[in-house]
């Protein structure tokens, strides 16, 4: 009902939007992941579409409930996700990095199950890098161009600002948003560093769900005004 009557800033927008961790085949029954629960990039999914957007989730593995009106697009890898970015990138205004992706896949997943020798001796796994999502959707020419509002986010262990405004820099992204630890994964509530061109501010801790709406309040500000 509060959704309902709140203003919509964002209607008529299309906002994508990227969460969770990615899963990285080792052989058909293990892989690489990670720890991220996706809350955040539900939450803000969920924020955009409050705030009118048509909004796309395309979410790695995990076990969360869609958001109301939002367009899902499950994906496993990285290079899955990349793929469903880029179909779904082409009239977005906003695309929003929150997912986890996995830095490294193995160079050549096993098509059977690996077993192990009994040797006892360390074992080594072959891998490559993984594309950068962000950094290739925000060097795409409607971003280059304006037209595509990009926003990454950073987990950093310490330094947050220093780190956060340096990754800014080499993502060349708009805002780049960091969580102000301690570690947030799995938690429902969270603080927010916003870096953008010009300098930085705090979303003071508060729900996920809160701060994804001060998030996309921030972002709507941001925006170009809609040519009609
Ligand atoms: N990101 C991405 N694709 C990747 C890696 C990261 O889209 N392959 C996005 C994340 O969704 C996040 C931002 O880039 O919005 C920063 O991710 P992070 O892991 O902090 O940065 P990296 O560039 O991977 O650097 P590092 O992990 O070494 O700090
Ligand atoms: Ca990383």
């Known amino acids: 009902l509060l959704a309902f009557f709140a203003p919509k800033p964002l209607a008529g927008r299309k906002v994508l939007v990227t969460a969770g961790p990615t899963y990285e085949a080792i052989d058909p029954v293990r892989g690489i992941t990670n720890l991220s629960s996706g809350k955040m990039g539900f939450a803000i ?4 579409r ?9 979410a790695g593995p995990v076990h969360l409930p ?21 179909q779904h990138v082409q009239d977005a205004a906003v695309f929003i990095a929150t997912a986890a992706v996995a830095d490294w896949r193995p ?28 950094a290739a959707v925000a060097q795409s020419p409607r971003a ?3 037209d595509l509002f990009c926003v990454g986010f950073a987990a950093e262990s310490h330094d947050l600002l220093a780190q956060a405004t340096a ?7 708009a805002l780049l948003v960091g969580n102000i630890g301690p570690a947030t994964f799995g938690q429902d509530d969270n603080a927010l560093l916003l870096v953008d061109s010009r300098g930085h501010r705090e979303l003071p801790r508060a729900s996920k769900r809160v701060l994804a709406r001060q998030l996309m309040a921030e972002i709507a500000t941001r925006l170009p005004a809609l040519r009609s």
């Open 144 to 146: 280059l161009g304006g």
């Open 66 to 86: 869609t958001p109301r009106g939002v367009h899902r697009v499950n994906v496993q890898s990285a290079r899955d996700m990349l793929a469903a970015v880029e």
């Open 45 to 48: 999914a969920r924020a955009a």
């Open 107 to 134: 160079a050549a997943p096993a098509a059977h199950k690996i077993k192990k020798d009994g040797s006892g001796q360390p074992r080594t796994l072959d891998c490559v890098e993984n594309p950068d999502i962000l």
């Open 167 to 173: 990754k800014r820099a080499r993502k060349q992204v």
């Open 50 to 58: 409050e705030a009118g957007a048509d909004a796309t989730l395309v």
